[in-house]
């Protein structure tokens, strides 16, 4: 039986960090640990491939790791990740991310879920509508994934809120400009960052039915690794260029690139 506390969890595993959002105390979603995610075997866990699981309980618990770094132009002036990027979070991802195993999506949207009600994101903002805008891929590695990976986990993350009876949307405002230029595999991972951090635009909406009312919610901005965040920094800036309000953004993990704060 998977179904524990998420109270007994953090005392049997002692992997919590709590010092930096709100206690994790009495905010557990009954869905992330229930019986209800005991499904789609046989299979290895994505993080570790311990049979019979999505993911194990030892690789979600790796995701309660709650990271922050700071975001300044957000209303909240902070961003979230579920966990660290190392280990079995980043083995984890990157097999969902690049190995198609979409059996995460679900569990990873609700990890987010999780972490969005953990950092009173859910509390202070259920009166308002919420846009969950992904952070856009290229068109080339959605062709190379046969799938934007962002927006199918915005799209759970979303129907998540709506049954907390929270106003909700999926907004892919944000998409990478198709630009000619030199072959992708000729750049080093930090040109490539760069490249596809200037090819980020943001819809205008302005002239659309209904824009008010869009511009109206607030946006959290969805991306899977933060590793920098000048990309994020980049999404939020191109974001306000366009009249909407940023509260913050969450993401499955940060890595250590950059100290967290
Ligand atoms: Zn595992």
């Given at each position: 039986m998977l179904h524990m506390p998420l109270e007994s969890i953090i005392k049997a595993t002692g992997t919590m960090t709590v010092g930096r959002t709100a206690s994790w105390a009495g905010c557990a979603s009954p869905s992330l640990f229930g019986s209800g995610q005991r499904l789609l075997l046989p299979r290895g866990c994505a993080g570790c491939d311990e049979p019979d699981a999505v993911l194990c309980m030892r690789c979600r618990n790796a995701f309660l790791?709650?990271?922050?770094?700071?975001?300044?132009?957000?209303?909240?002036?902070?961003?979230?990740?579920?966990?660290?990027?190392?280990?079995?979070?980043r083995q984890a991802i990157l097999r969902w991310?690049?190995?198609?195993?979409?059996?995460?999506?679900?569990?990873f949207a609700l990890l987010l879920e999780h972490l969005a009600a953990?950092?009173?994101?859910?509390?202070?903002?259920?009166?308002c509508g919420i846009l969950i805008v992904p952070v856009?891929?290229?068109?080339?590695?959605?062709?190379?994934?046969?799938?934007?990976?962002?927006?199918?986990?915005?799209?759970k993350?979303?129907?998540?809120?709506?049954?907390?009876?929270?106003?909700?949307?999926?907004a892919p405002v944000l998409y990478m400009e198709r630009r000619a230029h030199k072959a992708v595999q000729s750049l080093d991972p930090s040109e490539r960052a760069e490249r596809a951090r200037d090819a980020l635009r943001c819809r205008d909406v302005g002239t659309r039915r209904g824009a008010y009312d869009i511009r109206r919610r607030r946006v959290v901005?969805?991306?899977?690794?933060?590793?920098?965040?000048?990309t994020m920094r980049r999404c939020v800036h191109l974001l306000r260029a366009r009249g909407f309000t940023v509260l913050t953004s969450l993401a499955l993990a940060y890595t250590s690139r950059q100290s967290v704060r």
């Amino acid at each position: 039986m998977l179904h524990m506390p998420l109270e007994s969890i953090i005392k049997a595993t002692g992997t919590m960090t709590v010092g930096r959002t709100a206690s994790w105390a009495g905010c557990a979603s009954p869905s992330l640990f229930g019986s209800g995610q005991r499904l789609l075997l046989p299979r290895g866990c994505a993080g570790c491939d311990e049979p019979d699981a999505v993911l194990c309980m030892r690789c979600r618990n790796a995701f309660l790791d709650s990271q922050r770094r700071a975001l300044p132009q957000s209303s909240m002036r902070f961003g979230y990740a579920c966990g660290r990027y190392d280990g079995v979070v980043r083995q984890a991802i990157l097999r969902w991310k690049d190995h198609g195993d979409e059996e995460c999506t679900a569990l990873f949207a609700l990890l987010l879920e999780h972490l969005a009600a953990c950092i009173g994101l859910l509390q202070a903002w259920t009166a308002c509508g919420i846009l969950i805008v992904p952070v856009p891929s290229s068109a080339r590695s959605i062709r190379q994934r046969g799938r934007w990976h962002m927006l199918g986990l915005a799209k759970k993350l979303v129907a998540l809120l709506r049954r907390r009876g929270m106003d909700a949307s999926v907004a892919p405002v944000l998409y990478m400009e198709r630009r000619a230029h030199k072959a992708v595999q000729s750049l080093d991972p930090s040109e490539r960052a760069e490249r596809a951090r200037d090819a980020l635009r943001c819809r205008d909406v302005g002239t659309r039915r209904g824009a008010y009312d869009i511009r109206r919610r607030r946006v959290v901005v969805l991306d899977d690794i933060v590793t920098t965040g000048s990309t994020m920094r980049r999404c939020v800036h191109l974001l306000r260029a366009r009249g909407f309000t940023v509260l913050t953004s969450l993401a499955l993990a940060y890595t250590s690139r950059q100290s967290v704060r």
